[in-house]
């Protein structure tokens, strides 16, 4: 059963966020649980609900739902490798391998990248803005998505990365290769994307009410020619001006040119997937400013071996690279330590 309290705000706490107020004043045992209150509803400020980012006066009378303490979800460490490219005292970059699913789901009770965190880290030296069955988790990459990804070992540092991914200050670029050969070298797509009500696992662009912003760019990299089996394909980068769940996938098949080997969201049956098991989608670049240091964060993860492999059979179909080909290509073989420029992403 739940209970209601109420709290005055005090002279020392004037001007104070609200999720930092009801975390320094004893409402709530970390800010984290106060911001999910507060976004639940639950928090009450002049009668009005506040976001977390609202700012208390002394006087102010808070009414919120009373914290019971809740049973603690309890992950096995486990020990399965991570390729940590970058870490300090309060966060990690990490380079995740295509297959690891980010945290405990349905079917997927353990073999998690939080049951390794765990094993690496120890859980209390991660942060747990998601819930106790995420530990460490600030964004996600779905589990055959591969590439590079933020994870946070405080709830502070979750939260602050959390709101740079949010005001778009995380810079976060991807490689996919598409079916079919896209005219246009830069495009948008702005399309809102919404649970489909059919397939719960699905998501789709939907024009409900409910369907959330969703903006995805893209320049094009290389074309290959079309095949006996096919209709040609394109590599591309996409960046994401928001993070909505499977938003790529999601995007690509509005366009009509599906992720190759998307087994979800692809076109199977229609188009050949050079036998790739799984979607062609690589976190290949990430780019932010460190929110204690304010340093400019750079990091760059070549494609890994299953997808150079695709590139590598498309290596005779070649129409060309664009300009911005050629400058992600410099930039990968900078990260290789190749002398001299490769002529081909076949040949990451």
Known sequence: MTRNLSITVEPRYDGMRIDSFLYESGCYPTRSKAVKFIEQGKV?????TPNKKTLVEAGNFVVYEAFEEEQREFLEPQDIPLNVVWEDDEMLVLNKQHGLICHPSPGHPDGTLSNALIFRYGRENLAHIQGDDRPGIVHRLDGDTSGLMLCAKNDDMGLLLQDEIRSRNVDRKYLCLVHGNIAS????????????????TRMQVSNKPQARSSVTTFKVLERFEAGLK??????????????RTHQIRVHMEYIKHWCVGDPMYGNPGRADNLDLTRQFLHS???????????????????????LQATIAKLSDRRIGLTDHGWEVLGVMDEVLGNQEPTQSFSLL
Do not use: N, Y
């Open 185 to 200: 070298d830069t495009g948008m797509i702005d399309a809102p994307i919404f649970r489909s009500e059919k397939v719960r």
């Open 284 to 306: 290949w670049s990430l780019d932010f400013e460190h929110p204690r240091t304010d340093e400019l964060m750079s990091f760059r993860a070549p494609l890994p071996e299953d």
């Open 230 to 243: 096919d209709e040609g394909f394109t590599l591309i980068e996409c960046k994401l001006f928001s993070g």
């Open 44 to 48: 009450f400020l002049g009668g009005a």
